[in-house]
């Protein structure tokens, strides 16, 4: 079993140091990456995998992060961290915060306000490409605020 593990990791550090210097290569310098800041995150692990349950998606995040960042500084690139709260919630069309527009069945976010539709995936990364823009725009910590107590 721990050989197993051992292996397992040493597999998993490969990938993230190709994936680190994939997306270095790919962007170049000058690049902003904006990651979400998953420290105090817990996942909830029944979406992943059996294989990928218990902290090993945390683990392999902050090393592929930790990779990510030394290689991007070497090129005078920049790593943000910003907020995951709210990423797959937001609908990018009206605003919408709204948890049960996110179908995990069908990984579809559907706005129940405007109708938007579109991967789930895809509108996290929506997200997160906005709260990189409020970074650029000189917000230190960027991040989704709910207006609304309501919900
Ligand atoms: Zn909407």
């Not at 190709?18 to 909830?44: I, P």
């Not at 790593?79 to 609908?91: G, L």
């Not at 995936?121 to 207006?147: F, T, V, Y």
Request: hydrophobic share 30%.
């Amino acid at each position: 079993m721990k050989q197993l593990a051992q292996r397992e990791n040493r597999w998993m550090t490969d990938v993230n140091h190709r994936l680190a210097k994939t997306l270095v290569t790919a962007y170049g310098s000058h690049t902003l990456y904006v990651l979400e800041d998953l420290t105090h995150v817990t996942f909830n692990t029944d979406d992943l995998p059996k294989s990928l349950r218990n902290s090993h998606r945390s683990w392999s995040f902050f090393q592929l992060e930790t990779f990510l960042t030394y290689k991007a500084q070497a090129i005078q690139s920049t790593v943000v961290k910003v907020s995951p709260a709210f990423t797959s919630q937001r609908c990018p069309k009206c605003g919408l915060i709204e948890k049960t527009n996110r179908h995990h069945d069908t990984h579809e976010y559907w706005c129940n306000q405007c109708q938007y539709r579109c991967n789930d995936d895809r509108l996290g990364a929506m997200n997160i490409e906005s709260l990189g823009q409020e970074w650029l725009n000189g917000a230190r910590h960027p991040k989704i605020k709910k207006l609304t107590t309501a919900g």
